[in-house]
Protein backbone atom coordinates (compact mmCIF):
# COMPACT_ATOMS: atom_id res chain seq x y z
CA UNK A 1 0.00 0.00 0.00
CA UNK A 2 0.96 3.14 -0.54
CA UNK A 3 1.69 6.02 1.79
CA UNK A 4 3.61 9.26 2.40
CA UNK A 5 4.66 11.12 5.57
CA UNK A 6 5.31 14.89 5.90
CA UNK A 7 7.92 15.19 8.77
CA UNK A 8 7.28 18.56 10.33
CA UNK A 9 3.89 19.68 10.92
CA UNK A 10 5.30 22.97 11.31
CA UNK A 11 7.77 25.15 9.46
CA UNK A 12 8.76 28.72 10.29
CA UNK A 13 11.65 30.61 8.46
CA UNK A 14 12.12 34.25 7.63
CA UNK A 15 11.50 35.93 4.10
CA UNK A 16 14.68 35.62 2.07
CA UNK A 17 15.79 32.33 3.54
CA UNK A 18 15.53 28.77 2.12
CA UNK A 19 12.71 26.21 2.28
CA UNK A 20 12.61 22.83 3.24
CA UNK A 21 9.49 20.70 3.75
CA UNK A 22 10.21 17.11 3.81
CA UNK A 23 8.03 14.37 2.67
CA UNK A 24 9.04 10.28 2.72
CA UNK A 25 6.87 8.20 0.75
CA UNK A 26 5.61 4.43 0.96
CA UNK A 27 5.56 2.53 -2.24
CA UNK A 28 5.42 -0.47 -3.92
CA UNK A 29 5.32 0.22 -7.36
CA UNK A 30 7.29 3.67 -9.32
CA UNK A 31 5.65 6.21 -7.58
CA UNK A 32 3.61 9.45 -8.89
CA UNK A 33 4.26 11.85 -6.19
CA UNK A 34 2.83 15.35 -6.27
CA UNK A 35 2.89 18.43 -4.18
CA UNK A 36 0.07 20.78 -3.48
CA UNK A 37 -0.60 24.27 -1.57
CA UNK A 38 -3.18 25.57 0.41
CA UNK A 39 -3.95 29.18 1.22
CA UNK A 40 -6.54 29.65 4.00
CA UNK A 41 -10.26 28.99 3.01
CA UNK A 42 -9.52 27.97 -0.20
CA UNK A 43 -8.94 24.84 -2.39
CA UNK A 44 -5.75 23.12 -3.23
CA UNK A 45 -3.37 23.89 -5.51
CA UNK A 46 -0.77 21.70 -7.87
CA UNK A 47 2.45 22.82 -6.71
CA UNK A 48 4.32 20.28 -9.00
CA UNK A 49 4.27 16.27 -9.90
CA UNK A 50 6.41 13.42 -10.49
CA UNK A 51 5.83 11.08 -12.61
CA UNK A 52 9.01 8.88 -13.84
CA UNK A 53 10.69 11.45 -15.89
CA UNK A 54 13.28 13.86 -14.64
CA UNK A 55 14.20 13.45 -10.81
CA UNK A 56 14.35 17.17 -9.96
CA UNK A 57 10.93 18.22 -10.56
CA UNK A 58 10.37 22.09 -11.12
CA UNK A 59 6.98 23.86 -10.05
CA UNK A 60 5.18 26.98 -9.69
CA UNK A 61 6.15 30.05 -7.80
CA UNK A 62 9.79 29.02 -7.55
CA UNK A 63 9.30 25.10 -5.54
CA UNK A 64 11.05 22.70 -6.75
CA UNK A 65 11.04 18.80 -5.60
CA UNK A 66 14.05 15.80 -5.68
CA UNK A 67 12.78 12.18 -5.89
CA UNK A 68 15.31 10.14 -4.05
CA UNK A 69 14.43 6.49 -4.51
CA UNK A 70 17.32 5.69 -2.51
CA UNK A 71 16.07 7.68 0.06
CA UNK A 72 11.98 7.39 -0.43
CA UNK A 73 12.01 11.38 0.03
CA UNK A 74 10.41 14.02 -2.26
CA UNK A 75 11.28 17.13 -0.31
CA UNK A 76 10.01 20.18 -1.42
CA UNK A 77 12.45 23.06 -1.64
CA UNK A 78 13.01 27.16 -2.31
CA UNK A 79 15.81 29.36 -2.27
CA UNK A 80 14.24 31.96 -0.99
CA UNK A 81 10.94 31.91 0.65
CA UNK A 82 8.56 35.10 0.05
CA UNK A 83 5.86 36.26 2.54
CA UNK A 84 3.00 34.70 -0.11
CA UNK A 85 4.65 31.65 0.85
CA UNK A 86 2.96 30.98 3.79
CA UNK A 87 0.45 28.17 3.44
CA UNK A 88 -0.23 24.46 3.88
CA UNK A 89 1.32 22.04 1.59
CA UNK A 90 0.25 18.76 1.09
CA UNK A 91 2.74 15.85 0.24
CA UNK A 92 0.75 13.04 -1.83
CA UNK A 93 0.91 9.64 -3.60
CA UNK A 94 -1.17 8.59 -5.93
CA UNK A 95 -2.84 4.90 -5.30
CA UNK A 96 -2.91 2.10 -7.99
CA UNK A 97 -6.18 1.02 -6.92
CA UNK A 98 -10.02 2.88 -6.05
CA UNK A 99 -9.89 5.04 -9.06
CA UNK A 100 -6.16 6.00 -9.26
CA UNK A 101 -7.10 8.00 -5.88
CA UNK A 102 -4.75 10.10 -4.00
CA UNK A 103 -3.09 9.71 -0.76
CA UNK A 104 -2.59 12.85 1.48
CA UNK A 105 0.41 13.59 3.72
CA UNK A 106 -0.72 15.43 6.89
CA UNK A 107 0.54 18.44 5.65
CA UNK A 108 2.96 21.31 6.53
CA UNK A 109 2.59 24.94 7.63
CA UNK A 110 4.38 27.28 6.20
CA UNK A 111 5.30 30.39 8.15
CA UNK A 112 7.48 32.66 6.98
CA UNK A 113 8.51 36.02 9.12
CA UNK A 114 9.44 39.67 8.09
CA UNK B 1 -9.94 24.01 -20.00
CA UNK B 2 -11.26 22.53 -17.27
CA UNK B 3 -12.86 23.96 -14.64
CA UNK B 4 -14.59 23.18 -11.49
CA UNK B 5 -17.20 24.82 -9.37
CA UNK B 6 -18.71 24.00 -5.73
CA UNK B 7 -20.61 25.72 -4.02
CA UNK B 8 -21.62 27.05 -1.48
CA UNK B 9 -18.47 28.90 -0.17
CA UNK B 10 -19.94 28.77 3.43
CA UNK B 11 -23.23 27.06 4.97
CA UNK B 12 -24.01 27.61 8.96
CA UNK B 13 -26.69 25.09 9.49
CA UNK B 14 -28.45 23.47 12.64
CA UNK B 15 -27.95 20.06 14.01
CA UNK B 16 -30.40 17.47 12.38
CA UNK B 17 -30.61 19.58 9.41
CA UNK B 18 -30.33 17.94 5.93
CA UNK B 19 -27.11 18.93 3.56
CA UNK B 20 -26.33 19.39 -0.10
CA UNK B 21 -23.13 20.61 -1.64
CA UNK B 22 -23.00 20.31 -4.93
CA UNK B 23 -19.99 19.89 -7.50
CA UNK B 24 -19.31 20.49 -10.90
CA UNK B 25 -16.79 19.96 -13.59
CA UNK B 26 -16.77 21.65 -17.10
CA UNK B 27 -14.63 21.23 -20.08
CA UNK B 28 -13.97 17.31 -19.44
CA UNK B 29 -15.96 14.18 -19.61
CA UNK B 30 -16.04 10.88 -17.68
CA UNK B 31 -13.84 12.59 -15.06
CA UNK B 32 -13.39 10.35 -11.30
CA UNK B 33 -15.13 12.88 -8.82
CA UNK B 34 -13.74 13.07 -5.00
CA UNK B 35 -15.20 14.50 -2.02
CA UNK B 36 -12.65 15.22 0.69
CA UNK B 37 -12.94 16.79 4.35
CA UNK B 38 -10.63 19.12 5.64
CA UNK B 39 -11.21 19.31 10.15
CA UNK B 40 -9.76 22.11 11.31
CA UNK B 41 -5.83 21.35 12.14
CA UNK B 42 -6.13 17.60 10.01
CA UNK B 43 -5.34 16.74 6.97
CA UNK B 44 -7.46 15.86 4.25
CA UNK B 45 -10.08 12.47 4.43
CA UNK B 46 -11.38 11.25 1.21
CA UNK B 47 -14.98 10.54 1.83
CA UNK B 48 -16.32 9.22 -1.75
CA UNK B 49 -14.72 8.85 -4.85
CA UNK B 50 -16.98 7.91 -8.48
CA UNK B 51 -15.48 6.65 -11.08
CA UNK B 52 -18.80 6.82 -13.23
CA UNK B 53 -22.37 7.87 -13.18
CA UNK B 54 -24.16 6.36 -10.19
CA UNK B 55 -20.86 4.22 -9.24
CA UNK B 56 -20.25 5.58 -5.59
CA UNK B 57 -17.40 4.25 -3.28
CA UNK B 58 -17.30 5.05 0.40
CA UNK B 59 -14.20 5.56 2.30
CA UNK B 60 -15.38 5.80 5.83
CA UNK B 61 -18.30 4.73 7.67
CA UNK B 62 -20.63 8.27 8.33
CA UNK B 63 -23.52 10.46 8.34
CA UNK B 64 -22.69 11.65 4.94
CA UNK B 65 -23.82 10.17 1.18
CA UNK B 66 -22.82 11.47 -2.01
CA UNK B 67 -24.67 10.74 -5.59
CA UNK B 68 -23.72 11.04 -9.31
CA UNK B 69 -26.86 11.89 -11.26
CA UNK B 70 -24.84 13.02 -14.02
CA UNK B 71 -21.19 12.61 -15.60
CA UNK B 72 -19.80 16.02 -14.53
CA UNK B 73 -22.30 16.42 -11.14
CA UNK B 74 -21.12 15.56 -7.67
CA UNK B 75 -23.15 15.91 -4.48
CA UNK B 76 -22.77 15.74 -0.99
CA UNK B 77 -25.91 14.71 1.03
CA UNK B 78 -26.78 14.12 4.34
CA UNK B 79 -29.96 13.55 6.07
CA UNK B 80 -29.29 15.31 9.23
CA UNK B 81 -26.52 16.81 10.15
CA UNK B 82 -24.50 16.43 13.43
CA UNK B 83 -21.72 18.54 14.87
CA UNK B 84 -19.46 16.47 14.21
CA UNK B 85 -19.80 17.21 10.24
CA UNK B 86 -18.52 20.74 10.67
CA UNK B 87 -15.24 21.15 8.23
CA UNK B 88 -13.94 22.15 4.93
CA UNK B 89 -15.13 19.94 2.11
CA UNK B 90 -13.19 19.99 -1.08
CA UNK B 91 -14.87 18.25 -3.84
CA UNK B 92 -12.11 17.65 -6.94
CA UNK B 93 -11.93 15.56 -9.86
CA UNK B 94 -9.17 13.83 -12.21
CA UNK B 95 -8.51 11.84 -15.13
CA UNK B 96 -6.38 8.72 -15.20
CA UNK B 97 -2.61 9.39 -14.66
CA UNK B 98 -3.40 13.33 -13.94
CA UNK B 99 -2.88 15.21 -11.09
CA UNK B 100 -6.26 15.72 -9.13
CA UNK B 101 -7.71 19.17 -9.36
CA UNK B 102 -10.17 20.88 -6.59
CA UNK B 103 -12.98 23.22 -6.30
CA UNK B 104 -12.65 26.19 -3.82
CA UNK B 105 -14.13 23.70 -1.11
CA UNK B 106 -17.02 24.41 1.47
CA UNK B 107 -17.15 26.01 4.52
CA UNK B 108 -19.47 24.25 6.64
CA UNK B 109 -20.31 25.19 10.40
CA UNK B 110 -22.84 22.83 12.33
CA UNK B 111 -24.06 24.76 15.33
Known amino acids: AQSVTQLDSHVSVSEGTPVLLRCNYS??????LFWYVQHPNKGLQLLLK??????LVKGINGFEAEFKKSETSFHLTKPSAHMSDAAEYFC????????????FGQGTELSVKP | SQTIHQWPATLVQPVGSPLSLECTVEGTSNPNLYWYRQAAGRGLQLLFYSVGIGQISSEVPQNLSASRPQDRQFILSSKKLLLSDSGFYLCAWTRTLSPLHFGNGTRLTVT
Open chain 1, 50 to 55: YTSAAT
Open chain 1, 92 to 103: VVRGYNQGGKLI
Open chain 1, 27 to 32: SSYSPS
